[in-house]
């Protein structure tokens, strides 16, 4: 099960924090990120974080401006979004990549930009 939390209401140029805790015995995780959907577009990679090397990749359109990172919990990652952009609304889903292969997505969280 993955528990995502921390949407809401930000400005622009503003910061806000995601955060995504997988429970229950889950196996062995290859990756956690996050996906967004925006109102009429397609669900895209934002971040993702690679728990075995650390790795964290980024989209384009966010890069410089958001860190995933890993948390003290054991399966369980953030998304610090920082100078927020009014293209950065939409629904955030938290998702999780076993390495057998399976996939999980949570319930998304939405994000609102505005002044």
């Known amino acids: 099960q993955l528990q995502a939390s921390g949407g809401g209401l930000v400005t622009p140029g503003g910061s806000l924090r995601l955060s995504c805790v997988a429970s229950?015995?889950?196996?062995?995780?290859?990756?956690m990120g996050w996906h967004r959907q925006a109102p009429g577009k397609p669900s895209d990679m934002v971040a993702r974080?690679?728990?075995?090397?650390?790795?964290?990749q980024y989209a384009d359109s966010v890069k410089g401006r958001f860190t995933i990172s890993r948390t003290d919990a054991q399966n369980a990652v953030e998304l610090l979004m920082s100078s927020v952009k009014p293209e950065d609304a939409g629904v955030y889903s938290c998702t999780i990549f076993m390495y057998d292969n399976r996939e999980y997505w949570g319930q998304g969280t939405q994000v609102t930009v505005s002044s």
């Open positions: 229950g015995s889950i196996g062995k995780i290859l990756f």
């Open positions: 974080f690679f728990f075995s090397s650390a790795i964290a």
